[in-house]
């Protein structure tokens, strides 16, 4: 069972107003999914860790407030990839 592309997802999705969502195959193993999910990792234990809000718009405040951040101190990733050594 895979939650990105069970029937129940679907159906989940299905049930969303028109446009709310958009559903995107994504290579099921890819080297750069990793930097995303380790992303999204740091940001919650970084920016969300044991917070309180009282409302969505506060939540959502946060999180713009820790993306501001993280733009501001950006860390380039420079890709390498040589035929040769993938073998």
Avoid: C
């Avoid at 195959?25 to 917070?51: C, D, M, Q, Y």
């Amino acid at each position: 069972h895979s939650a990105h592309i069970s029937k129940e997802t679907r159906a989940w999705l299905d049930k969303r107003p028109a446009g709310r969502f958009e559903f995107t195959f994504t290579p099921k193993h890819g080297s750069w999914l990793n930097l995303i999910e380790g992303f999204f990792s740091k940001f919650a234990r970084s920016v969300l860790r044991h917070i309180r809000v009282t409302s969505k718009h506060e939540l959502k405040e946060r999180i713009m407030a820790g993306i501001d951040d993280i733009n501001r101190h950006p860390v380039i990733h420079t890709w390498s990839y040589k035929l040769a050594e993938a073998a």
